[in-house]
C-alpha cells in the first residue's frame, strides 16, 4: 500500500502539467461548493446572531395560521385588516391568565413617509405601549420613550430610530424638540433610540419610528375589526424565562382561541413564534438554498471526475508495456488495480486539497467583499468535500485500473 | 535426482484469429535439467516466443502438461501464475523493458515489491544483484543514462533478485551490438556455471547459441531438433 502510494505519487510527479489540469476540475469543484457551503454558513450564522439580539425571552404573536408563518408575517407589510386587536394584548397582560408573561407589548406596524422640510424616508413606523421598552431590551439613548400620558392622550410624538436620524438631520445626531411630519402629520421628536445595529438587506432594526399605539391607531391608520376593536399588527410578549417559552406559547394559544371563538377543531387564526422558532424556519430557507447551489457546484465535481477517468484511460494506454512488465514480475491483477486507482484517487484529494484552499480563499473573499458576516470555513464542508473527491476518485479510476489489471502480459508486454 | 525444473509434456498451443485458428505449438515435450543452460533456435513462426510464454507461465497450454519444479502448473489461475512468475522465474527481454524515469537500484528490487520484501533487505539483495552483473556503482543511475549493454545487465539482475529457479532470456542479445552482446552471453554463462543458474534462452543466432550446452530447434510448433554442443563456444566477457 504503501509502497503503491509512493509509486502513484511518482506518476504524477512525471506528468505534472497533466496532473495540474486534471486536478483543476476537482479542485474548482470543490472550491465552488466550499465557497457557498461557507458563505451559505455564514449568513446563517449572522441571521441567528440577528435573530439571537431581539431577546431570547420574546415571543411574538402574528395574525394568521400557525400552517404559514410567513403568511402571517406578510400581514406585517400589508394593509389587511389586522385580527389581533387591543383587547387581545390586554387578555394576555392578565397575570390571572398568562401566569408566566412578564410584560405584554402590541404594537401596530405600517410603512409611513417620514420628512423634514424637503427630505423625505419610507420608513417603519411603529405604534407602541412603553412596554415596547422593556420586552425589547431596547432604550433611547437621549430624550424619553413613548410614556403613558402619551397613550392616553393619543399625543403626536415620535422616537426616531438612529437610521432615520441619519436621513433626515444629516448634522443633528440629538434632534430633540424637531418636527417632523409622519404622512403630513406633525409629531414632535422625544427621543432617539440606541442603535442597534443590524443593517442587512433584510431587516436594519434602526430604521424605524414609535408613536404612541393609540396615536397610531387613531390618527395614522385608522382601522377597525369588524367587531369594532382596534386592530395591532403583532403583539410581541416577554416570558419570564427561556425554559417558560413552550408554557406561555399555551396559555397565549388559550387566551387567544377563547378570545376567536375557535371551535376545538378548528385551527389557530394567529401564530406565535419565538426566538427559536423564527432561528429555525431561516435555518430551513437556508439550507435549502445552500443544497441547491451546493447541487450545482457539484455537478462540476461530476466534470472533474470524467476529467481524471480520461486521463487515467489515456495513462493506462501509454503505460501497457509498464503494466506488462509489472505482471511477468509477479504482479497481481489486484496490485495493479491498486496502482492506478490509487493514482486516480491520489489526484482526485490532491484536488480535494487544494480546491479546500481555493474555497477557503473564495469564502474569505466574500468576507472581504461584503464585510457584514464572515463566510466560516467549516470541519463540515472540508470533510465532505475531501471525501466526496476521494469518491470521485475512487470511481472515476475504477474502469481504467479494471482495464489495467485485465490486460494480459504477452500483450502488453508487445505492445508498441 | 532433482525433479526436472521444466516438464513439458504433448504441449500444443492454438489461438484463435476471428475465424481462423492458428496452431502455434503441435505437440512438444522438453525437460531442462537443474543447472542446465540452453538455447531454444527457430525461424520466426516455429512458435519459439509461444513456447516461452508458456515456460514462462505468462500463458496457458491448450493441451499437455507442465510440471515446473514437480508441480503442476496446469490449470492455475492468474494470481497463481502470477505467484510463480514472482518465485520460480527471472524474465530477460530483447528490449530490457526497464522502468523509464525509474533508476537502476528501483528496476532491480520491482519484483521484491511484489513479493513483500521489506525495504532494507531490499537494499541489500539489490547491492548483491547488481554487483553480480558488474553494475554496482550504477544503483542510481536512470536506464537512459546506461548503455544498452548496461541496461540488459541491470534487466538482468532484475531477474536474479528474487533467486529463481529460472531464467527465462528471449532474444537477449538481439538489441545489443556484438560487443555488448557477448558481454551479455558471458555474464549469463558465468552465471549458470558459478551460481548454478538455469537459464533457457531464445536466439536466432548460432554463435550464442553454440556458446550453451544445448540446442532444441523449433520448426512449425514442432521440436524438429536437438543437439547437445560438446564444445561449447567461448564468448569473452
Known sequence: MLE??????????????????????????????????????????????????IGANLLIVFPGSVQDPMAGMASLISDKAALLTVGDAEALADRARVPDLVAVAPQLTRFGRVSVGRDETLTQVSGVTPEFMQVRTWYPVVGEFIGTQDMEGRSRVVVLGQTVVKDLF????????????????????????????????FSDQDDMVFVPLTTAQTRLFPSRTLAGERGVSTIMGQAVSD???????????????????????????????????????????????????????????????????????VSVTERTREIGLRKAVGARRRDILQQFLIE??????????????????????????????????????????TTVSALVGLASGLYPAWRAARLNPIDALRYE | MEAPVIQIQDVTKVYHMGEVEVHALRGISLEVQPGEIMAIMGPSGSGKSTLMNVIGCLDQPTSGSYFMEGVDVGGLDDDQLADIRKRKIGFVFQTFNLLARTNAFENVTLPLIYAGVPRAERHTRARAALGAVGLAGRMAHQPTELSGGEQQRVAIARALINNPSIILADEPTG???????????????????????????????????????????????????????????????
Open chain 1, 344 to 385: 486516480a484517487v491520489a489526484l482526485a484529494i490532491l484536488g480535494g486539497v487544494v480546491g479546500t484552499g481555493v474555497g477557503a480563499a473564495g469564502a474569505a473573499t466574500v468576507t472581504y467583499l461584503i464585510g457584514e458576516f464572515e463566510a466560516k470555513l467549516s470541519a463540515d464542508a472540508v470533510l465532505l468535500a
Open chain 1, 4 to 53: 503503491a502510494t509512493r509509486l502513484a505519487w511518482r506518476a504524477l510527479m512525471a506528468n505534472k502539467l497533466r496532473a495540474g489540469l486534471t486536478m483543476l476540475g476537482i479542485i474548482i469543484g470543490v472550491g465552488a461548493v466550499i465557497t457557498l457551503m461557507s458563505v451559505g454558513d455564514g449568513v446563517q450564522a449572522y441571521i441567528t446572531d440577528q435573530f439571537r439580539s
Open chain 1, 243 to 313: 425554559e417558560r417559552i413552550d408554557a406561555v406559547k399555551e396559555q397565549i394559544s388559550t387566551v387567544l382561541r377563547e378570545r376567536h371563538d375557535i371551535a376545538f377543531r378548528d385551527e389557530d387564526d394567529f401564530s406565535i413564534i419565538s426566538q427559536a422558532g423564527l432561528i429555525d424556519v431561516f435555518g430551513q430557507i437556508m439550507d435549502v438554498i445552500t443544497i441547491f447551489l451546493g447541487s450545482i457546484a457539484a455537478v462540476s465535481l461530476v466534470v472533474g471526475g470524467i476529467g481524471i477517468m480520461n486521463i487515467m484511460l
Open chain 2, 175 to 237: 538489441n545489443l551490438d556484438s560487443k555488448s552482446g557477448a558481454e551479455v552471453m558471458a555474464l549469463l554463462l558465468r552465471l549458470n556455471r558459478q551460481q548454478g543458474i538455469t537459464v533457457v534462452l531464445v536466439s536466432h543466432d548460432p554463435n550464442i547459441a553454440r556458446s550453451t550446452s544445448r540446442i532444441v530447434h523449433l520448426s512449425d510448433g514442432q521440436v524438429s531438433g536437438e543437439e547437445i554442443v560438446p564444445q561449447p563456444v567461448e564468448v569473452g566477457e
Open chain 1, 170 to 201: 444629516a448634522d443633528n445626531p440629538y434632534p430633540l424638540g424637531e418636527t417632523v411630519k409622519i404622512n403630513n402629520i406633525a409629531f414632535r421628536v422625544v427621543g432617539v433610540m440606541e442603535e442597534k445595529g443590524g443593517a442587512t438587506a
